[in-house]
């Protein structure tokens, strides 16, 4: 952890907050902070800052200074075809240490549909782990996940609702040029929607909808990547362009 994340109702109204279990192991065992000594705290969706811990026993005790400001939203939202499970549950550490302001997994073609059987997708277990990559990354802004289990409705009739979106992008492999220049020169406020499919990719119709509602097709050569390194590189580019 390079941020130890509280949850707003831990902190009382005089900067006081006591940590215990993992993070509190975290702080004695990685980090070998003792009473009188600073750390990197945040709020949930609030706040970056500095606690001193005040005494370290059974529970640490901590004064909080949250003066470090509120790291903006993303600007780049992922649609994911839902892969794996196994491969979900990795995704949730990196998607939030990447940065992106929503999730929106989705069905699709190639998708099992008992993928979305799976406890991965339970709202403690995804917390979780996205909380564990905000940790990472030093942010305290937690994505908004939502799961829908029809593509053509979630296209059709959903996505404008997210928005607006100044550029949506479907990854596919192939041989496009990814998009840098055009992605630089868009507005410091305008937000991206990247579509990351199946491993095999969408099929001919998944496209069709896909550019039909403004979707244009990048790839990072024409290599097929695991859904887990295809987020990782793409949104990499894009926070690299926007930057």
């Not at 998708?111 to 059987?117: A, G, L, V």
């Not at 782990?129 to 940790?135: A, D």
């Amino acid at each position: 952890m390079n941020l130890i994340l509280l949850e707003p109702d831990e902190i009382q109204a005089d900067g006081l907050a006591v940590l215990s279990g993992k993070r509190a192991r975290h702080v004695r065992e990685v980090l070998r902070a003792a009473a009188g000594e600073e750390i990197r705290v945040g709020v949930v969706d609030g706040a970056l800052g500095t606690a001193t811990i005040l005494e370290d026993a059974k529970q640490l005790r901590l004064r909080c200074d949250l003066s470090g400001g509120i790291p903006p939203v993303s600007r780049v939202d992922l649609l994911l075809a839902m892969p794996r499970p196994k491969v979900m549950n990795r995704l949730w550490p990196v998607l939030a240490s990447l940065g992106v302001g929503r999730v929106l997994i989705s069905n699709a073609w190639k998708t099992e549909r008992n993928y979305f059987d799976t406890h991965v997708l339970a709202p403690v277990h995804v917390r979780a782990g996205l909380i564990e990559g905000l940790q990472q990354a030093r942010d305290t802004r937690l994505p908004q996940v939502s799961v829908h289990k029809q593509f053509k409705k979630l296209v059709e009739d959903k996505l404008d609702g997210f928005g607006p979106y100044a550029a949506r992008l479907a990854a596919h492999p192939g041989r496009e040029a990814f998009p840098s220049g055009q992605l630089a020169a868009l507005p410091t406020d305008a937000r991206v929607l990247l579509a990351v499919g199946p491993e095999g990719g969408w099929t001919p119709f998944e496209l069709e909808l896909l550019a039909a509602h403004g979707f244009a097709t990048v790839s990072w050569r024409p290599r097929a990547l695991r859904t887990d390194v295809a987020c990782a590189v793409l949104l990499g580019l894009i926070h690299a362009a926007l930057a």
